[in-house]
């Protein structure tokens, strides 16, 4: 979301960590951001009051715009806080333009969140102010002669779009990339249900759009490279209430960052199936876990009574055991007066008494 939002939050918060400071702080940092912007903030210790804010970016249109800033940018630059900016002639080597921040002139009240704020946003104000000039003022030429060629602006390196000037209306072109074959399922059935929900009579002031798998007829003759993608091409038909007063900002902004909101969209549906899954895959477990500790808690039962089973056999095996042993001692006392022929070998295969151990009991697991 940092991509989206108009304040750069790294840069602010540099510039109130160097307000709010107790003691005088000395700084030389270099900070990049999306867009290929680069800041450069440095503060002296020395001199406290003063900061120095240097921005480099690449214009937004190679070959239509040049790489110093127009006087319509750095008046809207000067227009962000004419007591705190001031514009430093001539800039800092390798950068297009250099702030000097009064820092003393920002309000000592709760307003000095807000100031520093607006400062943050000097990379939008830029931004828009080329593509406004861009509207303004490019193939004026040509469009008299009845020629519309489309216009490529690269806010991303590997995320150009293409503006085709028109009577009465604006087309914007957006080449849609992606990595990943899922990012591509899930912006195809975004693009989809947004094509659907800006045909509704709720959003009719909205810009109408479309989306195709295949390039549209104004972006024919363009670089194979350029039309080559996989997610298709979305497409807005901006008309002339859409860039009247205020709405032309928004309007400018929403068209730099709609790349940047694609992706940002993909990654939360992502996240979001991500964790519908977890929590369906944490329900599964619990409710196997329940259905194993119910078996268990049966199988103990059961295993209980066949231990009982056992005990019981156990024993009356042993009441038998020595009820026999004993009764066999006696006979084996006895002492017979008279020797009877033959009367041992009769003994011994008739009046045999049977040994339990012999018997076929088996141990229950």
């Not at 828009?128 to 020629?147: D, F, P, R, T």
């Not at 979305?234 to 007063?245: A, K, Q």
Request: proline share 6%; charged share 25%.
């Amino acid at each position: 979301m940092a991509c989206i939002e108009r304040a750069s939050p790294a840069l602010k918060q540099i510039l109130l960590n160097l307000y709010c400071a107790e003691k005088p702080m000395e700084i030389d940092h270099h900070l990049y951001e999306f867009g290929s912007v680069e800041y450069h903030i440095m503060s002296q210790a020395s001199y406290p009051q003063l900061a120095y804010l240097s921005i480099s970016m690449p214009p937004l249109c190679h070959g239509v715009l040049p790489n110093e800033l127009s006087s319509h940018t750095i008046e809207m630059v000067k227009g962000l806080c004419p007591n705190v900016v001031e514009i430093a002639e001539p800039a800092k080597e390798g950068y297009q333009v250099t702030l000097k921040l009064h820092l003393n002139q920002i309000p000592p009240t709760k307003d000095y969140v807000k100031v520093i704020r607006e400062i943050s946003t000097v990379q939008s104000v830029i931004l828009s102010s080329q593509l406004k000039e861009i509207l303004w003022n490019v193939n004026s030429e040509e469009a008299i002669q009845g020629i519309y060629k489309p216009i490529k602006l690269v806010y991303h390196p590997r995320e150009p779009f293409f503006l085709i000037r028109q009577p009465q209306r604006i087309i914007a072109v957006f080449p849609i990339r992606f990595r990943e074959k899922s990012d591509v399922i899930i912006a195809t059935a975004f693009f989809q249900e947004l094509v659907d929900v800006a045909s509704a009579d709720k959003w009719a002031k909205a810009p109408p759009c479309t989306w195709s798998a295949i390039p549209p007829p104004e972006l024919r003759g363009e670089a194979f490279e350029d039309l080559s993608t996989n997610g298709g091409f979305f497409t807005f038909d901006i008309s002339s209430r859409h860039v009247e007063g205020n709405r032309l900002d928004k309007t400018v902004w929403n068209l730099l960052n709609f790349n940047a909101y694609v992706r940002y969209h993909v990654k939360c549906t992502k996240g979001f199936i991500q964790r519908r899954m977890r929590k369906r895959l944490e329900n599964l477990v619990e409710v196997l876990h329940n259905t194993n500790s119910e078996e268990n808690e049966q199988i103990n039962q059961h295993q209980g009574c066949r231990n009982t089973k056992k005990l019981v056999r156990t024993t009356k095996y042993n009441f038998l055991k020595q009820r026999w042993g004993t009764f066999g001692r006696k006979i084996k006392r006895i002492r017979f007066r008279l020797k009877i022929h033959g009367f041992t070998r009769f003994r011994q295969r008739w009046l045999r008494f049977p040994k339990f151990s012999s018997m076929g009991y088996t141990k229950i697991e």
